[in-house]
């Protein structure tokens, strides 16, 4: 198999993340268009945006928690050579899973629904650190 195509859903997840940046920037326009913002807390306090755009925004700061991790599981396994179809289809299920984290976050933010969405994500995660630590511990590797 292809190790290189580990780097698909990597890309599908730093796309996701670079459109919610757009998405903020248009939010954050329409927001002070207006006049929804306290500018003169704008700078350091959250609370001066109104809910439509905290909404996005905490959503960017949830693309640097996980993801993360999911990053870096992705280069292990690649560098591993242990890209297999398991950690392929578990990667492609986190990628579309933040789609579908981001969404409900961002949209209806109904919290039962993103949590069950985010503990999938991570459980994805989880299955592809077990295949790296897996590939890693292999006695043939260990020679």
């Keep these: 198999m292809n190790r290189n195509l580990i780097f698909a859903p990597v890309l599908v997840q730093v796309l996701l993340t670079l459109a919610i940046y757009v998405l903020l920037v248009r939010a954050k ?9 306290d500018m003169a807390r704008r700078a350091l306090h959250d609370d001066a ?10 959503n960017i700061r949830n693309q640097f928690e996980v993801p993360v991790v999911f990053y ?11 890209v297999g179809i398991v950690a392929l289809i578990a ?22 629904v993103r949590r069950k969405v985010f503990t999938f994500g991570w459980l994805m995660v989880i299955v592809m650190a077990v295949l790296a630590v897996w590939d890693l511990l292999d006695p043939k590797n260990l020679l």
């Design 49 to 58: 945006w109104p809910e439509s755009v905290m909404k996005i925004n905490n």
């Design 29 to 37: 326009v329409r927001a002070m268009k207006l006049g929804q913002v």
């Design 72 to 82: 870096v599981v992705s280069f292990v396994l690649w560098a591993l050579d242990a």
């Design 91 to 112: 990667a492609w299920l986190f990628a579309v899973g933040r789609i579908a984290h981001a969404y409900s976050h961002i949209v209806p933010n109904y919290v039962p």
